[in-house]
């Protein structure tokens, strides 16, 4: 079971916690789930037309979104919180640039729904981002749309994951036509432990798509960090 069901899902109120936190009467629910579509959706944007390039990814980790009655929270765990600052973006109105981050701003409290409710956002600095999935995904997906070598990617991936500090273990897969070849298979490179049916294992999973010249390849990326295992004692 722990090798076919997401990983993230499967530990939800156990080692996972909800990336959005927030309640709603049941017919404003669907609205209100709307709204952290755009919000999310508004930092993608931005991040893939402003942050990031060919060499150059956003490493973004994570968006946790909490709603108050006239308050909205957004908090944006990143390795470089510096980039998303410092990026320039062209005021069209008024020919010159602006702070990118008030930009970004601007934007996502454009996508609330109607009301008066003050948006904060706030940027988190990830202490050790290459013990992240998404963000070692990012990483080889620029590395594989640099035609360079898939394996000689992998195994750069997971020494950066162990230098890191936070890998208990690791496992990377990559599936498409690899290195342009005309029939597509699968490929993966594992290093320690990555124990799927144990639920008090801190497992961190994402699936990242890489656009190449030959196509789309599928990277998933599997990482134990590492943190100590809950106790059995602790209720659930």
Known sequence: MGQKIHPLGFRLGVTQNHHSTWFAPLNNYSELLKEDERIRNCIQQYVRKYV???SRSAEIARVQIQKKTDL????????SPSLLVQTRVPNRST????IGIEYLRRNIQNTLNPGNRKLNMTLSQVAKPYGEAIILAEYIALQLESRVAFRKTMK????????????????????????????????WAREGRVPLHT?????????????????????????????????????M
């Open 199 to 235: 639920l008090r294992a801190q497992i961190d999973y994402c699936h990242y798509p890489a656009q190449t010249i030959y196509g789309v390849l599928g990277i998933k990326v599997w990482v134990f960090q590492n943190k100590s295992l809950i106790s059995n004692n602790q209720q």
């Open 72 to 79: 909205v929270e957004v908090q944006i765990h990143t390795a």
């Open 156 to 187: 750069q991936a997971i020494k950066l994951a162990n230098k890191s500090g936070n890998a208990r273990g690791i496992k990377i897969q990559i599936a498409g036509r690899l290195n342009g070849a005309e029939i597509a298979r699968v490929e």
């Open 52 to 54: 990031r390039s060919s």
């Open 95 to 98: 020919n010159t640039q602006e």
